[in-house]
């Protein structure tokens, strides 16, 4: 557990000291927004709600996801994420990396907490063209890696992947 | 008027409740699950057994025994090792040197099982159904003998045979399952004078409740496998056998204790 604490506390820094650099010399104007994403991660899905901000090229964003496993039969899970992406477009479409790392609850009888760390692309379409408050939609996948947390030392780490595409508000 | 909607909407909260009544005790099929997208270790791994064992509702595991040339046990499913593993060839045909080394050929590259002192350790964490997987020329007093040595807790180990040497061979000192394709391949009245014979094994799609039902009045358990979507899984808890061998043992625990 300690050794999931140090990773996250290591990737959660790296990425602040990213945006910090990278935000040099950038517009100082950030753009909030609110999103709502469906998501497929391996055989469960969830339904997440996101606000962020955007500064450029930056997207910095705090995800909260509730979802069931297993399409639909399984136990419910709660999901919290921080998701970091830096895109470059033009008109209607700009396009980036991005990563992510969450952490959530699968609800009982198993009742563990798991870690995710991912990274993948990201598209993002601007659906109306209007200037001042946009609607886009996203699309943005990935692979990473999650760790089952299932009390002291009984951690597992194992292959993990993740589909999303939602609808993203955001104010100018 | 107030207590008879109070009394509507306790009725209404008891109708919706997912919790299960159901005396069916949840088996790990290979593990976790045989051919399954979403498991995490290979099936028949110890990776994959301690994961099953460890996971709160799991009565236990059904793994598949092979016999190697040297009369030597090994977990493995398929026919061929070269279906997931970096050997050519079979169990039967491969020394026990040779398979000491094999692995899978997934990410974490879990080991080929020998079913040994250390590995019977592991599978004492719970119940443990060993199916006794055979080819045409399969010796089955070898294979008495490799299994006697192992000197197996017969309250917590079952076998399960696919033929009659098998089950004549072993019947006086294991507890035995009768694995059948379908229905119509059992012999009633044949089974009716096995005493010997603790169940029957077959495909979810293969029996009805009804067939189920006769089974247990005869005093003999079932055994219900081969179930990986939702539907599928809901339907053979429906049936109430006494096991399932389900491929998605977090799916199945997750419908039968919400």
Not at chain 1, 113 to 134: D, S, V, W
Not at chain 2, 109 to 121: G, H, I, P
Request: hydrophobic share 40%; with cysteine; aromatic share 12%.
């Amino acid at each position: 557990m300690t050794g999931i604490r140090i990773v996250v506390r290591r990737v959660l820094g790296f990425c602040a000291c990213l945006m910090v650099f990278s935000s040099h010399g950038q517009s100082p104007t950030c753009r909030p927004f609110v999103s709502y994403a469906f998501a497929l991660q391996k055989m469960d899905y969830m339904h997440q709600l996101a606000v962020g901000c955007q500064k450029e090229h930056w997207i910095f964003e705090l995800q909260q996801g509730l979802g069931q496993r297993n399409a639909s039969a399984g136990n419910w899970f709660t999901q919290t994420g921080v998701n970091l992406a830096w895109t470059k477009g033009g008109g209607w479409i700009s396009a980036g990396p991005w990563f992510r790392y969450s952490a959530g609850r699968l609800g009982r009888p198993f009742a563990y907490t798991y870690h995710r760390i991912e990274a993948g692309g990201m598209l993002i379409f601007q659906c109306t063209r209007q200037r001042k408050n946009p609607l886009d939609m996203l699309c943005y996948g990935g692979v990473g890696k999650a760790y089952e947390s299932r009390g002291k030392g009984n951690i597992i780490g194992f292959l993990d992947y993740s589909f999303n595409i939602g609808l993203r508000y955001a104010w100018r | 008027m107030r207590g008879g909607n109070i009394f509507f909407l306790l009725v209404l909260f008891w109708g919706c409740s997912k919790v299960s009544e159901s005396s069916t005790k949840i088996i790990g099929h290979g593990g976790t699950g045989l051919h399954i997208q979403s498991a995490i270790y290979h099936d028949n791994s110890l990776e994959a057994i301690q994961y099953a064992l460890s996971l709160p509702h799991c009565y236990g595991v059904e793994v598949d025994v092979r016999m190697d040339s040297e009369g030597k046990l090994w977990l493995f499913h398929d026919e061929q090792l070269n279906q997931g593993t970096n050997m050519d060839g079979t169990i039967e045909s491969s020394s026990t040197s040779a398979l000491t080394t094999a692995h899978y050929q997934t990410l974490k590259k879990e080991a080929l099982v020998r079913l040994n002192e250390e590995t019977k350790a592991v599978l004492s964490e719970g119940f443990c159904f060993l199916d006794l997987k055979a080819v045409a020329n399969t010796s089955w007093d070898l294979f008495r003998s490799a299994l006697l040595s192992l000197q197996l807790d017969t309250t917590k180990t079952a076998l399960i045979v696919n033929n009659w040497q098998a089950f004549e061979a072993l019947k006086d000192d294991f507890s035995l399952y009768f694995s059948v394709s379908d229905w119509d391949q059992m012999n009633l009245s044949w089974l009716e004078n096995q005493p010997r014979l603790q169940g029957i094994c077959l495909r979810n799609e293969e029996i009805t409740r009804e067939e189920v039902n006769f089974l247990k009045s005869i005093n003999k358990k079932v055994i219900v496998y081969e179930m990986r979507s939702p539907s599928g899984i809901k339907k053979a808890l429906k049936k109430n056998p006494d096991y399932v061998l389900t491929d998605d043992l977090k799916l199945t625990i997750g419908m039968v204790y919400p």
